[in-house]
């Protein structure tokens, strides 16, 4: 059965980081653009990056740039998210998600997979 787990989130001061990682299992990885989604308290869904299958091609959403980092490993079938200077506003639970297409990447993105998140929590 297809799954994605979430793990790394947490509290942390602002301008700190974290490491946000996620275990694929159960579909082929690397035939998937994957992709990092969060939820604000309050707000709509919103996607925060994007990879492409092999990892060659990443997106970010306009906030997060420069401040976030995806990776994925393709032999471990693990996406990862470096959230580096983290502000406030990035307050949210984090899910990564499979597109619902093989390879995908096409915008507006679709998902059709999801794990159960990882709060993560920016205060002093």
């Known amino acids: 059965q297809a799954q994605l787990v979430e793990s790394g989130g947490g509290l942390v001061q602002p301008g700190g980081s974290l490491r946000l990682s996620c275990a694929a299992s159960?579909?082929?990885?690397?035939?998937?653009?994957m992709y990092w989604v969060r939820q604000k308290p309050g707000e709509n869904f919103e996607w925060v990056a994007a990879?492409?299958?092999?990892?060659?091609?990443?997106n970010y959403e306009y906030s997060v740039k420069d401040r976030f980092a995806a990776s994925r490993d393709n032999v471990k079938d693990m996406l990862y998210l470096q959230m580096n200077n983290l502000k406030s506003e990035d307050t949210a639970t984090y899910y990564c998600?499979?597109?619902?297409?093989?390879?995908?990447?096409?915008?507006?993105?679709?998902?059709?997979?999801w794990g159960q998140g990882t709060q993560v929590t920016v205060s002093s």
């Open positions: 159960g579909f082929a990885f690397t035939s998937y653009w």
């Open positions: 990879i492409s299958a092999d990892g060659s091609i990443i």
């Open positions: 998600a499979k597109d619902s297409q093989s390879p995908g990447g096409y915008y507006p993105y679709d998902y059709d997979l």
